[in-house]
């Protein structure tokens, strides 16, 4: 294999899978991979210099009750008197200590040195190991093994049917620790999930007992999930978890899907030594991939379904804001005419725009922009309209107006800390002239004839803030025809380059435009703000009034 560090864990992997189907006990598991991982870091970094391009052989066998590991590289091995007599270093060196570990391991190191490289051979003896020499117990073996695969065959064959047939997670779920029973013996078997399954769907499988979460106090259950890699122990208290105390034996398996640790599946017993040999950790593997397959699928369907249900309610609140906050039909009259358009960043805007007509005959146009955007914006600018065609039936002046509707808002909204800035014109009539009241939006603007420009500055701040606020009135006259533009932040306060656009590019925009119709200004407003290439983040609306 390529002389690179990373390929020491499956090495390990598949070393480990030799010595358990020797019968090797997890502690001893635990040496052989120390002492294998220590010579092959030494043949990749002192052997082959760290070379990827080289490459180092490794071998094992077993032979009577004995276990060697051989590990051959191009180097030309370590100095002779440190394999002779390997020493512990000094507490301060980083280097040195992997012979001396090797040599504490192991019964014989040996080694030779050629021309072609240097082999290193360690060995140890296991009186309790299988005796894999007798040709009797290689042939049980081998029946025990392949009468494991077809059980194992069949499990799959029932759990693959189960994951397309069930209507439910749980049922899959309880078919599944039935058939695992089957291939893998076990009296305790346990599925938890982490926190990357969605809360309901946890309660709900714990509520059915197929699935619980993960015990804060488990360290072993969680050293599984964190490094993703199985654990089994075959003696009562070595599995270093006060939650494994009461089994001799068992195995514990990360539970991955789409790459992500989900949980752990737990097989263990409390009196009788599990039979953990390659087929039956594959199999363990295997039945806990299923697993995390259907209950990672379970989930992200509630996330689906959460998303869809919003989704609708979202469309079901655009359906009644087209219904409850329409663009106003009311856009001309003798002598005046009006063009409105809105673009929402939201499926529902917090931006309104309304003209109406009081009694009297006085035409009203106004524009908000509730602060946020969605649906609780969008509730607020309901709130604003129904109040102001209540007010218009009143014979407020415009500031009593705009006072009214502040007071309005003040005391619906209480301590919810939403407002809504509010431009608000009104023009009698005869159209001889027009009055103006800002509270908190951006400038009005306005242009007389042919060249008498006006804007508007806020009085006042936004509604719904504070209940005695004051505001005070602008007014111009119409001697001629005339132009008044109202709009929203979100028609200037977007980004180009990294930088906003702003209010004074806004109007250098607008001033060779004057004589353009409104609906070619919104065209070449809106080309302008798409050829920024930037999401739209707030509401974009737009009035435009004209006496004619």
Known sequence: MPARLGEVNALREHFSLFLADMGLPPMEINDWQLALTEIFANAVTHGCQENAKTLISVSWESFEREISLSVIDPGNGPPKEVIREPRLPSETATHGRGLYIVHKLVDRFEHWQSSTG???????????????????????????????????????????????????????????????????????????????????????????????????????????????EEYSWTETGRADDPNLDNFRSGIICPVIAAGRVCGALMLANHNAKMELNAAVRHTVRTFADLIGIAVMNASNAQIRDREN??????????????KLLP?????????????????????????????????????????????????PAAFLAAMFRTALHISVTFQYSLVGLMMALNRTLCRELEDMTMFATCAIARVPKNLRKIEIVNAGHCPVLGCIGEGEHFSVEPSGPPLGLFKDSEYSAERFSLSGPARVLMVTDGLFEWARDGEIWGWKNFTEFLMPLQKESPETIWKLLRKEIDGAHVPANDDQTFLYWQKL
């Not at 093994?145 to 779920?173: I, K, N, P, Q």
């Not at 249900?309 to 087209?322: N, P, T």
Request: with cysteine; aromatic share 8%; proline share 2%.
């Open 118 to 228: 240097y082999c290193c051979k360690i060995t140890r003896r296991h009186d309790d190991m299988n005796e894999a020499h007798s040709s009797e117990a290689l042939m049980d073996k081998a029946m025990t093994e392949l009468s494991t695969c077809y059980e194992s065959l069949a499990a799959f064959y029932r759990l693959g049917e189960a994951l397309v047939e069930s209507e439910t997670v749980v049922d899959f779920l309880k078919q599944a620790v039935a058939d695992i029973q089957g291939v893998a013996p076990h009296n305790f078997c346990r599925i938890y999930l982490g926190e990357v399954i969605q809360s309901a769907l946890l309660a709900e499988l714990a509520l059915s007992h197929v699935a619980f979460a993960v015990p804060a106090d488990s360290l072993r259950i969680q050293f599984v999930m964190e490094q993703e």
């Open 309 to 322: 249900k919003a989704l609708r309610e979202l469309e079901i609140a655009s359906e009644m804001q087209d």
């Open 327 to 375: 663009l106003p039909s009311f856009t001309s009259g003798e002598g005046w005419s009006a063009f409105v358009r809105r673009r929402s960043a939201q499926e529902v805007s917090g931006d309104h725009v309304e003209i109406c007509e009081t009694r009297g005959g006085d035409i009203i146009f106004c524009m908000i922009d509730v602060m946020g955007k969605g649906v």
